[in-house]
């Protein structure tokens, strides 16, 4: 049974950088695509960036120059890198996969909090 586990949260000030990891275990190589999302207290669930085992990303406008998705099949690893990060970006950062083609994503982490604070 494929399981996720993110790492790399914390607290940073606004402007500053953060690498969020999601270790896919036992393989990457059983996933077709992963993907990143938050939630903020009160607020929705949001899709921030999305890879395929191909490489393609997808990113909502939202984030789009500030979020990069990355993988890692060596590490079976991926990655979010965040930049300039704002107060308004402070969540719990969750990662997300599926193994098929289509569909939702039906593999869940647990979540990492990620606090941009001054």
């Known amino acids: 049974q494929v399981q996720l586990v993110e790492s790399g949260g914390g607290l940073v000030q606004p402007g500053e950088s953060l690498r969020l990891s999601c270790v896919v275990s036992?393989?990457?190589?059983?996933?077709?695509?992963t993907a990143w999302f938050r939630q903020a207290p009160g607020k929705q669930r949001e899709s921030l960036a999305l890879i395929s085992r191909h490489n393609n990303t997808f990113y909502p406008d939202s984030v789009k120059g500030r979020f990069t998705i990355s993988l890692d099949n060596a590490k079976n690893t991926v990655y979010l890198q965040m930049n300039d990060l704002k107060p308004e970006d402070t969540a719990v950062y969750y990662c997300?996969?599926?193994?098929?083609?289509?569909?939702?994503?039906?593999?869940w982490g647990q979540g990492t909090q990620v606090t941009v604070s001054s």
């Open positions: 036992p393989s990457i190589r059983s996933i077709y695509a």
């Open positions: 997300a996969a599926r193994e098929s083609i289509t569909g939702t994503m039906n593999i």
